[in-house]
């Protein structure tokens, strides 16, 4: 793997992988935006409503 650093192209070691792969797993998911959620939850009542014969 390769790290770009001040501009240069380097070999990452693989301690720096490591450590790099370490860090981001241990980052959090971003949270969904609240036009996510909702655009989710609309599919999801748009679902229900055919499922019970509400909507073709």
């Known amino acids: 793997m390769k790290i770009l650093k ?4 380097l070999e990452m070691t693989p301690e ?5 792969r ?3 797993s ?3 998911a ?3 935006t609240t ?3 909702i655009a989710v939850l609309e599919e ?4 229900a409503k055919i499922l019970l014969g509400l909507e073709e």
Request: net charge negative; hydrophobic share 30%; charged share 35%.
């Open 6 to 9: 001040d501009g240069v192209l």
């Open 16 to 20: 720096l992988e490591s450590e790099w």
């Open 22 to 24: 370490k860090e981001i």
């Open 26 to 28: 241990s980052t959090p």
């Open 30 to 32: 971003p949270e969904p």
């Open 35 to 37: 036009e996510e959620r």
């Open 44 to 47: 999801q009542l748009t679902a």
